[in-house]
């Protein structure tokens, strides 16, 4: 614990039986639960888990139990959203625990099939939200993640009223001589469109996934329909924004080499997560500009959209009669610059109100 808050690190694994016992190891003594969840592995990782559960060494003094609604005459919407939250446990994936006592510090949770990485993250987290942790953080089993920088990952949460909090390895001195190229250009490219997408338009490094939840943020949003693979910071950083939770980034610094091997390829996620962020685009715009709130964003993305749409045959009626050395008449040239000037400054009008409109979640 730290002031008197519970603390919780949620570690997805898949065949980490060379890493995990050294997370494990490393993990600070401010942590109260170290929530492992295996996503199916072949190897010996439950086995090297299991062997640390046994060990009384790894005890905690925190004891930690869910917490029950007592009914009133006045919190009828407490008890309506304890029993809803009761209910969604059907939504995730189907896992059991090995163990889930009150002092256990380390707690596994084994999911019955490999269905993704994200699939488990969101597992961890339903647990930690049912349990009440008041900061939880994700650290991969991979030991690619520093545990020297957690005090730093949570402490925003804890002292600064922060919801979400991310690290960011692309302001680390070097981060462009230690992080592979291939890598570095494909978080570049995604954390473009995580940008406009997502809302938050200042977060830089959209694919680490050193991240930290405060308990107002695994409450407001859909855990059970985080995305199932290595697009779920993409996704979260969406449903964040939609619930309106505050944000900040802490330096962090990239960690490679370390006996890692890494099991998402850069270019078979792109395309998945570029059209994951197209989605979420219009539907964080649906939600948060329509339905929660109107805001005139939603008409000017929509109508930049429009034209752009109908903008598209008459660029391409140019470009043919400039290739070809055509003549074209004056309604095709008038629609031309008519469409284009109006999609563009309408679309340009909407993200700077979209910029103006999240600053004030960032911190």
Request: proline share 4%.
């Amino acid at each position: 614990m730290i002031e008197n808050k519970t603390i919780a690190v949620v570690i997805p694994c898949f065949n980490e039986d060379s890493q995990i016992g050294k997370v494990i190891e490393h993990m600070p003594s401010f942590v109260d639960r170290i929530v492992i969840v295996d996503d199916g592995s072949t190897d010996n990782t439950i086995k090297v888990i299991k062997s640390y559960i046994k060990n009384d060494q790894v005890r905690s003094k925190v004891k930690i139990s869910r917490k029950k609604v007592e009914a009133t005459p006045f919190n009828l919407a407490e008890i309506m959203l304890e029993e809803r939250n009761v209910k969604e446990i059907t939504k995730f994936p189907e896992f059991k625990f090995f163990n889930d006592n009150n002092f256990d510090r380390i707690v596994l949770i084994q999911k019955q099939m490999n269905t993704g990485n994200g699939d488990a993250i969101s597992v961890g987290l339903k647990w930690c939200k049912d349990n009440c942790i008041d900061a939880t953080t994700i650290m991969d089993g991979d030991g690619q993640m520093d545990p020297n920088e957690l005090k730093k990952i949570i402490h925003p949460i804890l002292n600064e009223n922060i919801d979400y909090v991310k690290g960011n390895r692309l302001k680390y001195p070097g981060a462009w001589i230690i992080i592979p190229k291939v890598r570095f250009i494909g978080n570049a490219i995604l954390s473009i469109l995580t940008k406009i997408a997502s809302g938050f338009w200042r977060v830089s490094d959209t694919q680490t996934g050193y991240v930290a939840f405060s308990s107002k943020a695994l409450n407001s949003i859909t855990l059970y329909s985080i995305y199932k693979k290595y697009g779920w910071p993409n996704d979260i950083l969406i449903k964040i924004n939609i619930a309106m939770c505050t944000i900040k980034e802490v330096t962090i610094k990239p960690v490679y080499n370390a006996g890692e091997q890494s099991k998402m390829k850069i270019l078979n996620v792109i395309f998945p997560i570029s059209w994951l962020l197209i989605k979420g685009f219009f539907k964080r715009i649906f939600l948060r500009y329509l339905i929660k709130d109107f805001h005139p964003l939603f008409i000017l993305y929509n109508m930049s959209i429009l034209l752009l749409i109908i903008w598209i045959p008459y660029l391409y009626k140019i470009c043919r009669a400039l290739v070809l050395g055509l003549n074209l008449s004056f309604e095709p040239l008038f629609a031309f610059s008519f469409l284009g000037v109006f999609g563009f400054q309408s679309l340009l009008f909407a993200m700077w109100m979209d910029i103006q409109d999240n600053d004030r979640l960032h911190n």
